[in-house]
DNA sequence: ACCTAATGTTGCC
DNA sequence: TGGCAACCCTTAGG
């Protein structure tokens, strides 16, 4: 496949001055300044240092400014763009998808790991997203009992791979009917087929994905992002949402009736430095609370039965967002929160005050998510804007540092749902964790964002999952809590995987993907065309089967090639 | 195939 | 603390 240039060619350009406009907007300097550099085009040959061309900008923005004041009156004129880095705004190199390929600005640091010195095209985390972690010591922190389950295992398994995690065909149902970007997503706790989401509207989807038409969106329980889904404990029929309107509810799935359990905005609109917005958001079963926390640093308990809402309390820098909470599986009294003051902080909820955190883990950026192992409530996974996933192996030994940091690129990006890694809670090693990848990987002339199974106790990618018709990224992910089942959120559709029944043993190195899950054909315009959106498994996909036939592709793993 | 709107948040000064 | 610029791999729709 011959690769192509996203930009073939850079048009001439006629621009129609506004002769009474005194401002020149920033698009139009920069016109200018190209108009300006046009005149040397011809003879721009020499080979420049990186000083000369700074001067050169700095002497044609200056010149850009008189000739804006002079040429005021003229009009039109015609330009010509020269070819320009779109990241650093210099000439000689350009960086930008040439096809599949993503060619980026050596000026800048590694757009994976941000060290400078090297693109991500020779990032050696690219190559390997083991490189640099050392392996967890085989004694670590598991239980006796998972120590013999391990021992089992391995004997016929060298390494901790559940048996979806390198599925050898893997079918998809995708469906999109929200109407923005999926935020958060949640499994039923108890019915196996159905999957709750919330998008960045404040609406709730609930999906039987094995009937793939049975689904209902409630677009009137909030008026804005819908942050974190939790289940009731004590009613697998009730589902407790937060929402950057302030406010939490508590949904009955059946009939779509909303109480409010909470909200932080009695007075309305007072403007934005008073309006309280929801993020992280946990529940405590021993308890009886729902633990939420808002965007001015503050924790609030609120008694499930009473709605009784203590004072709030201080546990990140003031004024900043609490994006996560997690109260840990096994120890009832310890609570995980996480924000964008750059901390992760542990929390003995019987004794909470600011500045009262049991340890705080310090990040380098802003922190998406930070959650206790699932299983045994030891181990500590997070996700931060440093395009670092940190592990901390037990919360009971030492967690100065971290016991392992993982690159993996899932930078933060404003159009995007921010990426929260995910274990697995299936994997009694609890070492499996999915999140999705920022950045694409040419894939047969594709640039596709796969979602990533990383074995945090190692670093390893053990498997990625993509599909040719899904070219968007996939910043949320959940494992199913029983069944050998992903759920995706990515843009405003919602997918499945799971292992389709093995027809043949296939090659271990190969990770088979049977596509046809999305569509690429045109849609209605209409948000709300609803069934036409629809698609079924992969296995049933009409379109593959009329149009085409079933794509099937072969991926080699990336992993330490 | 190309263009553009919608969209906030982060980090730095 | 407030203000402000940057933000590189977005996505859908026209």
Redesign the pocket.
Known sequence: MAPQT????F?KIVIERETESEQSSSEEEEEDEELDEEEDDGVFTRNATEEEEEEEEEAAAAKSVSNSKKMKEKAPITISLKKVC??CKRSGHQ???QGAT?I??PM??C??CKMPGHT?MNCPHRVATEYGVIPAPQRSTRSSVDYVFGRQQMTRIPKIKPSFVIPDLVSCAVIRYHSR?VTCLEFHPTNNNILLSGD?KGQLGVWDYVKVHEKTVYGNVHS??LNNLRFSPTNDGTVYAAS?DGTISCTDLETGLSQQLMDLNPNGWQGP?SWRMLYGMDVNMEKNLVLIADNFGFLYLVDIRTKNTGEGILIHK??S?V?GLHCNPVHPELLLSCG?D?FARIWDIRQLEAGSSLHDLVHR??VNSAYFSPRSGTKILTTS??NRLRVWDSIFGNLDSPSREIVH?HD?????T?FRAEWDPKDPFESLVVIGR???ENYNGI?L?PIDFIDVSSGQLVAEVMDPNI???SPVNKFHPRDDVLASG????LFIWKPKVKEHQQEKTNFIFCGAAGKKGK?K?G?DSDDDDDESFASKGKKSNTKKPTRTRHYNLKVGS
């Open positions: 996203r930009k073939t060619s048009p779109k990241v960086a930008g998808f993503y980026d600005c800048k640091p757009f994976l991500t970007r960045k804005c992002i950057s430095s003031k004024g967002k994006v964008n750059h950026r802003v804007q440093d690129s933060f990006n404003r159009h995007l921010p920022y950045i694409s640039a964002h070219v968007t990224i990515s843009s405003r559709s849609r315009s948000e």
